[in-house]
């Protein structure tokens, strides 16, 4: 079995009821930081464009974007709260890596969680699958790669 396929394993077999409570309470914390962040981003102009975005370009209403009442298709609900909590500059800082968690892992897990109707722990597992994943493939990365790197989303706040 490849290292890849070890961790894909991993991530799939992973249930709530095996998520130690901190663990839950720091995905908690993480979503209710969130949705603060992305409710203010989502007034912004790069919040409001993604949003119109995200309508426009039509498709099967699926999910919600945050600060607006229009249902779009997961992916374009993704993106635009992604757009939208990143826009402030309040979201979460990873300290060692200097990227940002929640707006790839929470707007994904939040999208694809209300398309699939998935109940709260499941949707929590998401996110700290997620962030595990991305703090993994940090991890794996090469400091001198990772600090020059185009494939995160690194802070501007160093």
Do not use: K
């Not at 396929?5 to 995905?27: K, M, Q, S, Y």
């Amino acid at each position: 079995m490849t290292i890849s396929e070890r961790l894909a394993d991993h991530f799939v077999g992973l249930r709530a009821g095996d998520l130690p409570p901190n663990l839950i309470e720091d995905a908690q914390t993480l979503v209710l930081d969130y949705v603060g962040v992305g409710l203010a981003g989502s007034q912004t102009d790069s919040g409001r464009i993604a949003a119109r975005f995200a309508a426009e370009t039509g498709g099967v209403a699926e999910a919600s974007m945050i600060g607006d009442r229009r249902r779009v298709p997961a992916v374009h609900a993704a993106f635009a709260n992604a757009i939208a909590s990143h826009s402030v500059e309040l979201d979460d800082v990873d300290v060692l890596a200097l990227f940002h968690f929640s707006p790839p892992v929470v707007s994904s897990a939040l999208a694809v969680a209300e398309r699939e109707q998935a109940n709260g722990g499941d949707f929590l597992v998401a996110v700290v699958a997620g962030c595990e994943m991305m703090a993994r493939a940090s991890a794996a990365t090469p400091s001198e790669t990772a600090s020059t790197s185009q494939c995160w989303l690194r802070s501007r706040r160093t």
